[in-house]
C-alpha cells in the first residue's frame, strides 16, 4: 500500500524470478525477515507499534525453539555411522538441553 500511496514505479516485469533488478531483495529466512520486520518504521507506522512487537516476539521465540531442535538433517550428517564428521566432537552430540546451551552461549538464539 504504501507503494501505491507514494505512487512508486514498481519497474519492468522480468520472467527470471532471480534477475538482479537493482531492488531490495525479500528476507531468505524467518530469522531475517523477524529482524527486517523490527528494524521496519513504515509497518510501526501502518500497523501500531504494539502490533509489531507481539508478532516479532511471538517469531523470535518460534525461531530460538526451532534453534533447539535437532533435525533429521543433522542426525544424519553427524550421528549415523559412514559420515565424515560421526566421530569428530561436535556440539550438536550432545543433548538438546546441553544443545540449547551451547546455542546461547554462542549466541545462535537470537
Given at each position: 500500500?504504501?507503494?501505491?500511496?507514494?505512487?512508486?514505479?514498481?519497474?519492468?516485469?522480468?520472467?527470471?524470478?532471480?534477475?538482479?533488478?537493482?531492488?531490495?531483495?525479500?528476507?531468505?529466512?524467518?530469522?531475517?525477515?523477524?529482524?527486517?520486520?523490527?528494524?521496519?518504521?513504515?509497518?510501526r507506522e501502518?500497523?501500531?507499534?504494539?502490533?509489531?512487537?507481539?508478532?516479532?516476539?511471538?517469531?523470535?521465540?518460534?525461531?530460538?525453539?526451532?534453534?533447539?531442535?535437532?533435525?533429521?538433517?543433522?542426525?544424519?550428517?553427524?550421528?549415523?555411522?559412514?559420515?565424515?564428521?560421526?566421530?569428530?566432537?561436535?556440539?550438536?552430540?550432545?543433548?538438546?538441553?546441553?544443545?540449547r546451551w551451547?546455542?546461547?552461549?554462542?549466541?545462535?538464539?537470537?
Amino acid at each position: 500500500m504504501d507503494g501505491i500511496e507514494k505512487t512508486l514505479d514498481p519497474g519492468a516485469p522480468t520472467s527470471d524470478p532471480c534477475a538482479d533488478t537493482g531492488r531490495a531483495v525479500l528476507p531468505r529466512s524467518l530469522m531475517d525477515a523477524v529482524g527486517a520486520l523490527k528494524a521496519s518504521t513504515l509497518f510501526r507506522e501502518k500497523m501500531g507499534k504494539e502490533f509489531i512487537d507481539y508478532i516479532v516476539a511471538i517469531k523470535e521465540f518460534e525461531v530460538a525453539r526451532f534453534l533447539t531442535y535437532v533435525t533429521d538433517w543433522e542426525h544424519r550428517e553427524y550421528f549415523e555411522s559412514g559420515s565424515a564428521l560421526s566421530c569428530a566432537p561436535c556440539p550438536l552430540s550432545r543433548s538438546v538441553s546441553s544443545r540449547r546451551w551451547w546455542l546461547a552461549d554462542a549466541n545462535w538464539s537470537r
